[in-house]
């Protein structure tokens, strides 16, 4: 296959264009570059050094002999170059890594809301309206996020994207029909996710393109088989507060003797998946959409989930590391329970990777390998919700 991945010089998206390299599809990598400046931006860098995109394709090719191209381009606003790269690639595929993908991050200012919101939902429709202005028949993956669904305690098992429900007509006869699953985003971020679903379902009904949601949990872990077979192909691996998700900070908080920051009560629950089964999963959904019709396939792309507080003292008596609860700065509930299905998925062949293996330890090994490249000041997170969050951790830290 063909396959554009948008947003490939990323941290799901690099190790995701190699996975699919590796099973020999003809990949082509299409990124702005903009996490790199971001990195510069907020004076941080990734904890594994990670070289230019133009020297990682280089060490793939020499290592394989698999070529992967790069094209740079800004999807949320070169929307002729798009067109003209669509036309001349003509891909079976498309996967849409080219978000702007934390929370934190969008909730740290006025403007970075704003950019939020216009690089995440520009990039979304300028996409899927070139794919019907050009006319290719390109089955369009996108990563989406379980933070659509929201943090509820319902005791319900989160289904994959939809609820069916029965109302009644004006004259009393029971209607049902599936709808989209309730969406409670709870960061601009997972607001522009929630928005994605609706460009989504519209382009799917209205003009066929086939597409593929997949709602991801937090991603721990930094390594695939494919990273591995060269320094330079290392995947990135963030700790900071604005883009470190939880499991990778712990590690690295535990690697430079930090304590490991728990928000609030740590009571809340999350789901996960681990960097080598979300390349597994893209590779799983872009190759099984020749049958996809007006309906968006939606996946819950999760293996396991846990309460933060239990990863922080997992983490703990792994390493030996103390733990510090800490002001939350997101407006959510202290605590919450959450399960959710993941029947598709593991109905095309996935094999999940569990916490509870060597994985972790090699986590453990990479943070402490390059500790000397932590900035400890970036590690808490500053980002607040809003004025009464901010407020309760100026009280709390006086």
């Known amino acids: ?18 996975h699919l390299s590796a099973h020999g599809h003809q990949v082509t990598i299409v990124d702005s570059l903009v996490r790199r400046r971001i990195d510069d931006e907020l004076g941080v860098q990734s904890l594994t050094p990670i070289t230019p995109l133009s020297e990682r394709v280089q060490a793939w090719r020499e290592v394989t002999g698999n070529e992967i191209g790069v094209v740079e381009l800004d999807l949320a606003h070169d929307y002729d170059a798009l067109t003209e ?12 890594f080219a978000e702007q993908r934390a ?3 969008s909730m740290k200012s006025p403007a970075l809301k704003r950019y939020t919101v216009d690089n995440n939902l520009n990039a979304t429709h300028n996409l899927l309206a070139a794919v019907v202005q050009v006319g290719v ?6 990563l989406g996020t379980m933070g659509v669904y929201g943090y509820e305690s319902v005791p319900v ?19 049902t029909r599936d709808i989209l699953y309730p969406t409670q985003p709870g960061s601009v971020y997972h607001l522009t996710k929630s ?4 460009l989504f379902q519209f382009y799917a009904r209205n003009d066929g393109v086939r597409i593929t949601d997949l709602h991801q949990g937090i991603v721990w872990g930094t390594q695939t088989d494919e990273t591995v077979l060269d320094p330079r192909l290392i995947n990135r691996f963030d700790y900071d507060g604005d883009f470190g998700t939880v499991l990778n900070r712990f590690l690295v908080q535990a690697a430079v003797g930090y304590p490991l920051t728990v928000h609030g009560t740590g009571g809340q629950t999350r789901a996960f998946i681990n960097i080598r089964d979300t390349v597994r999963c893209i590779r799983l959904a872009a190759e099984s959409g020749a049958d996809l019709g007006s309906r968006v396939r939606v996946m819950n792309q999760v293996t396991e989930t846990h309460r933060v507080s239990d990863l922080a003292h997992l983490v703990a008596d792994t390493v030996g590391a103390p733990v510090a609860a800490v002001p939350n700065p997101r407006a959510e509930a202290d605590e919450n329970q959450l399960s959710a299905r993941n029947d598709h998925l593991l ?6 990777t569990r916490l509870a293996t060597g994985l972790l330890k090699e986590s453990v090994e990479i943070a402490q390998k390059y500790a000397d490249r932590v900035d400890v000041s970036r590690i808490p997170c500053t980002s607040y919700w ?10 709390q830290s006086r």
């Open 85 to 96: 790269l669509l036309a001349a690639e003509n891909p079976d595929a498309i996967v849409h």
């Open 195 to 198: 928005l994605d679903q609706l």
């Open 347 to 352: 109905g095309l062949g996935l094999e999940p």
């Open 157 to 175: 098992d989160l289904p994959e994207g939809y609820l069916t429900v029965s109302y009644p007509d004006r004259d009393g006869r029971p209607h």
């Open 1 to 18: 296959m063909r396959i554009l991945i948008l947003g490939g010089d990323g941290f799901c998206g690099w190790p995701s264009a190699l």
């Open 103 to 105: 929370a934190p991050y």
């Open 386 to 395: 809003n004025r009464d969050r901010r407020s309760v951790a100026a009280e």
């Open 137 to 142: 028949d390109a089955h369009v993956v996108h």
